[in-house]
């Protein structure tokens, strides 16, 4: 047992956990699935290379993979994919990353998986396939379908195979002329389809449509497509049928009051050519479809709903009659609950999250709030007297809003500090820039707080969890008023005399381009900082990013780059054209696969420190692309971050 160290300043902590032993065993799980009492859910490896595998638990309690371990289940539609997998009671169809083909298998069967899809397409384009789902008669797979392009644009379609024929096939188009598809689901008597579909310059979360059709012998009804509900300003995702073939979605809407219903993502139901309010709470019942299948509700047999619900950057249970639109509140054991499906009448399977326990797989009884805990994403090497548990922050901004964020104060059990010492800060920054701060407990935020930092997770504007009219306040504000919110949150807490004022700043994509933002904006607030696979050149990202995102920019910049006030934007935020401005040492990491912020973005900003003496550190990740998944990059990255902050804040070696 170490002995209490009393009067041992923040800065001389160390922590009790290592880099090493945040990523030992650590696995994330995603899109949970149950067909006939048996539960799947897929695992993001990072011990295996970053892949990931297909588990399965049977109805009589025996876990296994389903696939080889040479099979990476991961699809490059959109870049960042989602759930591309299905599962009926004898099969798995799934997209294999590396050549991105589909396939099936046996789920019990010592065999090879077999390919479904063509190499290459007769037009030359490799095709990508997500959100597959099987119509209920066994013999069509419906999918989002896109083709990749050497030397055009990508096009996306919705698109079938009849996996009835035991030949290899390119895929028949059944929807096209929409720049983009979303989450096609079917009725569960197989005769309407209903899918998501909007245009550039929009984004799943500001401006979508949702469309219903009829289906016939494995293709959409010619004339049969009618738009329910949708267009400028109107947000929808979430999309289910019922047993009776009626048809659910959450909607939001822009420019409403902020206590409106339409200012928050709630249920509503088609049915006759008629839509009805489910809900009408100030809370999230969606997420940002950054993903396929991004989905965290879903019907019990009764036909009750049961969904989580976000409120203030924390995640809720909740139970809502669709008839009386009664909807009840648990009192779940845990703060976030991710991927849902149902298990039986009174059970549901899901991935929880907590501040204070790692992630699991868990099943839950919806009458007594006990779980059985399937599996848990990593060992926790950490006591409670080490843990710290976040604390919801709301702070004014310096134009009169407010934002927020969770504040993790130092916690480790073998120091005492000198009475009234502060800690010295790191703030982190999520992506996006649309999503917000998780409520996982991470060790890797533990680490640092462990070594004697404070941590602020911040929820700047245009965070999803704080209504519709939060999320759009960075509409043609970026890199302005997140970089300001960030900066507000610091003096803030300064202010309250939480921190000192000794600041680093570290965030990934969208966050890395804020750390870079900030770091040239505000040159005395941030001593340090490190960015992740961030953005320093708005010019080169747009000319160089994926479909999916090439037009996002135009909205949250507020001009097109075709055009000359466009472009003088870009020049103007973007961070490459301000380093005259730059105190601070920064250290920069990014993947050599990237195709979201290429590696020529990072590249480009690291020339020009060079060329201009400023102090840097820059590191590249083979086999990487737009968010590390190998255990050993994840761990190097940590392990030089935490080294550069020492060095720079403390003068440590």
Same mark, same amino acid.
């Given at each position: 047992m170490e002995k209490l160290q009393n009067n041992t300043p923040y800065h001389k902590w160390v922590s009790n956990i290592t880099p090493e032993q945040v990523f030992e065993e650590t696995i994330s799980f995603y899109n949970v699935k149950t067909v006939n009492n048996n539960i799947y859910w897929s695992e993001l490896r990072p011990a295996e290379n970053g892949r990931i595998a297909i588990v399965c638990r049977s109805k009589e309690g025996?876990?296994?993979d389903i696939l080889p371990e040479e099979v990476n289940v991961r699809s490059r539609v959109h870049e960042y994919g989602g759930l591309c997998w299905e599962v009926d009671e004898e099969y798995i169809y799934f997209v294999n990353f590396v050549d991105q083909r589909l396939y099936r298998k046996k789920i019990i069967a010592d065999e090879a998986p077999i390919p479904l899809t063509v190499e290459k397409n007769i037009d030359g384009s490799l095709g990508k396939y997500a959100a597959p789902l099987l119509t209920p008669d066994g013999k069509t797979l419906i $999918?989002?379908?896109?083709?990749?392009?050497?030397d055009k644009e990508n096009e996306n379609y919705i698109a079938v195979i009849d996996i009835t024929k035991n030949s290899i096939q390119e895929p028949t188009i059944i929807v096209e002329g929409k720049?983009?598809?979303?989450?096609?689901?079917i009725s569960t008597e197989g005769h309407q389809l209903a899918w998501l579909q909007y245009n550039h310059p929009n984004m799943p979360w500001n401006s979508t449509e949702l469309v219903i059709a009829d289906f016939e012998n494995g293709n959409v009804v010619a004339g049969s497509e009618k738009i329910i509900v949708g267009g400028e300003g109107i947000s929808i995702?979430?999309?289910? $049928?019922?047993?009776?073939?009626?048809?659910y979605f959450v909607l939001d809407e822009e420019d409403q009051p902020e206590d409106s219903p339409r200012n928050w993502w709630n249920f509503y139901q088609y049915e006759n050519d008629e839509i009805r309010a489910i809900t009408q709470e100030n809370v999230e019942f969606g997420l940002p479809m950054w993903v396929f299948r991004f989905i965290s509700w879903d019907f019990l047999p009764s036909g009750r709903i049961v969904a989580n619900y976000d409120k203030e950057g924390k995640g809720f249970l909740a139970l809502i009659d669709p008839i009386t639109k009664v909807l009840e509140s648990l009192n779940s054991p845990f703060d976030d609950h991710i991927s849902l499906r149902t298990y039986s009448e009174h059970e549901i399977v899901f991935i929880g999250h907590s501040f204070q326990k790692p992630a699991a797989l868990v099943v839950l009884d919806l009458q007594t709030m006990e779980y059985e805990v399937i599996k848990t994403s990593f060992s926790n090497p950490m006591t409670e007297q080490d843990i710290s548990i976040p604390q919801q922050i709301e702070y004014p901004t310096s134009d009169g809003r407010k934002a927020?964020?969770?504040l993790y104060l130092p916690k480790n059990k073998n120091y005492r500090v000198p009475e009234g010492e502060r800690p010295p800060l790191i703030v982190m920054v999520h992506g996006g820039p649309t999503g917000r701060t998780n409520c996982q407990y991470l060790l890797s935020k533990q680490f640092r707080t462990n070594q004697g930092y404070a941590l602020f997770d911040v929820d700047y504007s245009g965070s999803t969890s704080f209504g519709r009219r939060y999320r759009d306040s960075l509409k043609t504000q970026w890199g302005v008023i997140d970089a300001q919110d960030v900066k507000d949150a610091v003096d803030y807490l300064v202010k309250q005399d939480l921190v000192a004022p000794k600041v680093a700043i570290t965030g990934g994509s969208a966050g890395g381009y804020a750390v870079q933002r900030a770091l040239t904006l505000f040159p005395d607030t941030f001593q340090v900082g490190a960015s992740y696979f961030g953005i320093g050149n708005l010019v080169t990202l747009t000319k160089l990013t994926h479909k999916f995102e090439s037009r996002y920019i135009d909205w949250l910049m507020g001009a097109s780059l075709d055009s000359i006030e466009g472009e003088e934007i870009y020049k103007e935020r973007s961070p490459i054209n301000h380093l005259d401005k730059l105190k601070s040492p920064m250290i920069l990491f990014q993947g050599k696969e990237d195709k979201v912020v290429t590696p020529e973005v990072s590249r480009e900003m690291v020339n020009v420190l060079k060329r201009k003496g400023i102090i840097y550190e820059y590191v590249e990740y083979e086999g990487e692309g737009h968010g590390f998944r190998k255990k050993e990059s994840n761990i190097d990255s940590l392990t030089k971050e935490a080294a550069f902050f020492r060095k720079v804040l403390f003068g440590d070696s």
């Open positions: 025996r876990i296994f $999918f989002v379908y896109e083709k990749e392009f050497a720049d983009f598809y979303f989450d096609p689901i995702g979430g999309i289910r $049928f019922d047993k009776q073939g009626r048809l927020y964020g969770k």
